[in-house]
């Protein structure tokens, strides 16, 4: 997938081992994005490079965001809606080539995707490199709406939707809570290990909430990925 680039400009030089990025503009349909600062190009020199994204229509990405989740568009279902909304973001990329620290926060608002809908989204992400990359990720949702037929009168309302992820790539720490339809919630937490040939979820706490009771996990359970079907102990 591609986009088209109306304006890019940029100053970079690399002196005594650190890489100077004097500026950075780049401008597309409805999106800017600046940065300046300096990075080391190898330990022990660093430095920090921040970049600010603002986007009045995140239309221009629809193709893409078709591309990475593996979805088409049905134009008859007047549920599926292009990309849309407006985000602003900012990512500061600091040390060194070799071990990149990499942390940033951004905010969506108006954001809309096939039979999603969703008024207010924020997150933050956290990653360093290095021989054992760790990484850490919130993602926060007041109301989303998930329509499930064309006459946008059957939909899911979650609400206080809250994700985070820690840990490294093959042992992450998840958590996960949000309302469901205004009466009912549900939270939990755990951990996620993958290995060759699969992984397996482990849930640690589980809360149930209904309008006529409560469930709650009475001991840590896991299920076990793979290419057979999954297997609960």
């Not at 597309?28 to 600010?52: C, Q």
């Not at 078709?66 to 007047?78: E, F, H, I, K, P």
């Not at 037929?149 to 206080?160: C, G, M, V, Y």
């Amino acid at each position: 997938r591609e986009w088209t680039i109306d304006t890019l400009y940029t100053r970079l030089a690399v002196t005594d081992s650190v890489l100077h990025l004097d500026t950075l503009y780049t401008e597309w349909k409805g999106a800017l994005a600046t940065g300046s600062g300096t990075l080391g190009w190898a330990r022990p020199h660093d430095g920090t490079i921040t970049l600010r994204l603002a986007a009045d229509s995140l239309t221009a990405f629809d193709s893409l965001a078709l591309a990475l989740s593996g979805q088409t568009r049905d134009t008859a279902r007047r549920e599926q809606h292009v990309l849309a909304g407006r985000a602003t973001a900012q990512v500061a990329i600091a040390g060194s080539l070799d071990t990149l620290q990499v942390a940033g926060v951004f905010g969506v608002h108006g954001f809309e995707f096939q039979g999603l809908r969703s008024p207010a989204d924020s997150g933050s992400f956290r990653y360093t490199g290095g021989a054992t990359p760790t990484f850490a990720g919130a993602l926060r949702g007041d109301s989303i709406s998930v329509l499930t037929d064309t006459l946008l009168k059957s939909a899911w309302q979650f609400h206080s939707t809250s994700l985070a992820v820690a840990g490294r790539p093959d042992s992450l720490a998840w958590s996960l809570g949000t309302g469901v339809g205004g009466i009912s919630r549900v939270d939990g937490t755990g951990l996620y290990l993958r290995h060759d040939g699969g992984g397996v979820l482990a849930v640690d706490t589980l809360a149930l909430d209904l309008p006529t009771r409560s469930w709650r996990l009475e001991a840590p359970t896991s299920v076990t990925l793979g290419d057979s079907a999954p297997v609960l102990t």
